[in-house]
C-alpha cells in the first residue's frame, strides 16, 4: 500500500475521532487531548450512543493526528500495557465520565491492551505427571470450542475436541446459504487476544469469518486436538470413577467412545435446525432444503420459490433468491422489527486499513468504542412503570425505536397501507432478536415476489396450500425457520448423577443452569452458551464467549490445584441464581412482549436472554467462585 499524504489526510478525516483523541494522548501524552469534553451523540432513537467530540476539537485532533502519522517513526503497533490506574483513567477519558469498579472489571477487556485480556492462570502451578492424569472433553469445535482449547493450551491441560461436522468454525462452517454474513461490526465480532485483525468489510461474509475462525484454531494448535465426524449421542457421568463417558458415532455409523473427568459443551444455540411439520412435507416433488444445510448445487434460477421464515437467515437470502427465481413467495408467520444498516456491505477502505493496522493504540479505542456505542441497548428493553403510567407502551427510549423502526417500514414499501399493516410487529423492539435489514423490504417490492401471511396448512407434490385454501406452485422449499433453541444439546443424550437426564430436571418451565454454566447433578460438567446467558445488548458474541471460557478454565484450575476429583454446583447457588433471574426478568420485556419468538421458551419463560448487563454478569462470573460449588476430592488419585 502507498501511503500518501491523501491517503492519512482521508484516515483522520474518516478515523472514529474519539478513538483517535485517546490514541494520540496515549502516544504523545498531549494533555490538550485529556481537556476534551466527549459529547454523546443519539443513534436509532437512542438504542446506540456513540461518543464523540465538538467540531472545533474533532479539527485539532485532526491535526494533531496528522502532525503525528506524519513522522514515521511514530508508526507501527506498540505492545505498551498501562497500569491499572492509567487504563481506568484512559477509559474515563474515552467515556468522558468516572467508571464504575464493576465497569471498569467489566470493560478492560475490552480495550485489550493485554496480550490475552482475560487469561486463566495457575497460582501453583501442577506437577506434569497431575495434568497427565487429566483430561478433558469439549463438545463442538465452532467459535467457543476454540477459545476454550486455547484457553486450556495454556494451561497445558489435555483435551479433545469431538466435531460432528467436517471442519472447524462450527455455524460459520455450516451456514453457507446465499448472502450469509455476519450481522455485527467486525470491530466487535473478533477475538481480542488476537490484535489488530482488520476484514474486508465491516460486517463480513460467512466465509471471511470462517477462515478467519480457522487461522486463528491453526495458530494456536487448536487443529491438532480435534476428531472431526463425531456426533455425540450419548454422555453418562461414571460415579465410580468420577468420569464422563461418552459415546459418538460417525458418518459411516461406527461408534467411538471416550472418557474424560471434565466435560463441556460449546455446541451453542444454533446447531440443531428447526424443521416445520406441516402434513405433507413428504409428498413434496420438488427440492426442500433447510438454510442450515443448504445443498450448494441447488439450482433456483427460473424457479418458483417458497422462504419460510423471516428472521436473520429469511430475511438475508431472499434478495439473492429473488434476483433469478422466476417468483418467490415468502412466508411471514410473526412479523420481524428490521433495522436499516447502510454499512452492511460496504468495503472497508486502505485509508481505514492503514489507520487500524499502524498507527499505535488505535485499534484498541477503535474497538472499545465500537462496544462502548451498543451498551445503551441494554436500557432500551427495561420496562419504565411511569412511562406506561403516563401512556406509553413500554419506555421513551423503546417508543422512540419503535416509531423509527415503524417510518423504516412504511418508507420501504412507498406506505402501502395493506403492507403496512402486516410488516410492523405489534410487539415491542428488542423482546424478540432486532433484524439487519440486507434487502428483504427491497425484495418484496420486486414484481416476482410476494409476501404471504395466511400461513401454511399442508404441502401437496406441486406446492402448498394456505389457510386460505390458495394452492401455491412450488418448486423449491427453502426452509429458514430457525433453530431447536430451548433443546440444549439435543439430540445427544446426557445422564448425570443417578441417571438424571435434563429433560427430567427442565421439565417444569424449561432449561436452567447456575450462571448459565453448570446444573446439580452434573459434576465435572460445563455448558458453554447456555440457558440464560445470551447477552440484552453491549458487547458482541465473541466477548461472551471470551467470558465463559474464562469462567469455565478457572473452574478447571481450581479442582486441580485444589486435588479435587469431582466438582459440583449446589442446589442452594443454583436456585438463589434462578430466583435472581426470575425476579430481574419481571422489569424487562421479554416474557411479556417476545411471546411467539426464541427468546421465550414453550412454558412462556424467558430461557435464553439474561437479564443482566454486561457488568452485572461479568461480577457474577468472573472470578469463578468455587464456594458455589461441591468439592469432593480423591485420596488415591490426588486429584
Known sequence: ?????????????????????????????????????????????????????????????????????????????????????????????????????????????????????RDPRWETPPAPETLDDFKVLIIGAGASGIAMSIKLSRLGIRHTILERLDDLSGTWHRQRYPNVRVDTNFLVYQYKFEKRRVFDEYFPTQATIKDYMCEVAGKFGVDKHVVFDQEVVDATWDGATSTWRVTATDSEGSRTEHEANVLVTATGLFSTPKIPGFPGMDTFRGSVVHTADWDESLEWAGKRLAVIGNGSTGTQILPKLAETAEHVTAFQRTPSWIVETPGLKRKVKDHARWLLETMPFYWNWATYGQFIATLAMQDSQVIDREWQAGGGTISERNDELRKILSDYVAEKVGNDPDLVAKLVPAYAPLARRIV????????????????????????????????????????????????????????????????????????????????????????????????????????????????????????????????????????????????????????????????????VNEHGRSGVQMPWTVGEYHDRLLPAKPSDYHMKRDPQRGI
Request: charged residues 25%; negative net charge; hydrophobic residues 40%.
Open 1 to 117: 500500500m502507498l501511503i500518501t499524504y491523501e491517503l492519512m489526510k482521508a484516515a483522520v478525516e474518516k478515523a472514529d475521532v474519539n478513538a483517535l483523541r485517546l490514541a494520540l494522548y496515549q502516544a504523545t501524552g498531549d494533555e490538550e487531548l485529556a481537556t476534551m469534553q466527549v459529547e454523546w451523540v443519539a443513534m436509532r432513537g437512542g438504542v446506540f450512543q456513540w461518543p464523540s467530540l465538538s467540531d472545533e476539537d474533532r479539527v485539532s485532533v485532526q491535526n494533531k493526528a496528522l502532525v503525528f502519522l506524519a513522522d514515521p517513526a511514530n508508526l507501527g503497533p506498540r505492545d505498551d500495557v498501562p497500569e491499572e490506574g492509567e487504563m481506568r483513567h484512559l477509559m474515563e477519558l474515552f467515556q468522558g465520565r468516572a467508571l464504575t469498579d464493576q465497569e471498569f472489571r467489566a470493560y478492560r477487556g475490552e480495550v485489550a491492551f493485554e496480550e490475552f485480556p
Open 436 to 599: 439487519v435489514d440486507s434487502g428483504w423490504y427491497d425484495a418484496l417490492m420486486q414484481d416476482n415476489v410476494d409476501l404471504n401471511t395466511d400461513g401454511i396448512r399442508e404441502v401437496v407434490p406441486d406446492g402448498v396450500v394456505t389457510n386460505a385454501d390458495e394452492k401455491i406452485e412450488l418448486d423449491v422449499i427453502v426452509v429458514a425457520a430457525g433453530f431447536e433453541v430451548s433443546r440444549y444439546f439435543y439430540p445427544a443424550e446426557f445422564h448425570g448423577r443417578d441417571g438424571v437426564t435434563f429433560e427430567q430436571l427442565w421439565s417444569q418451565d424449561g432449561a436452567r443452569a447456575h450462571l448459565g454454566m453448570s446444573i446439580p447433578g452434573f459434576p465435572n460438567f460445563y455448558c458453554v452458551y447456555g440457558p440464560n446467558s445470551q447477552g440484552r445488548g453491549g458487547g458482541g458474541f465473541l466477548m461472551y464467549v471470551d467470558l465463559w471460557t474464562q469462567y469455565v478454565a478457572e473452574m478447571i484450575v481450581a479442582q486441580v490445584e485444589g486435588g479435587y476429583r469431582e466438582v459440583e454446583v449446589k442446589q442452594s447457588a443454583f436456585e438463589g441464581y434462578n430466583e435472581e433471574i426470575d425476579e430481574a426478568v419481571r422489569g424487562l420485556i421479554y416474557e411479556t412482549e417476545g411471546k411467539g419468538g426464541y427468546f
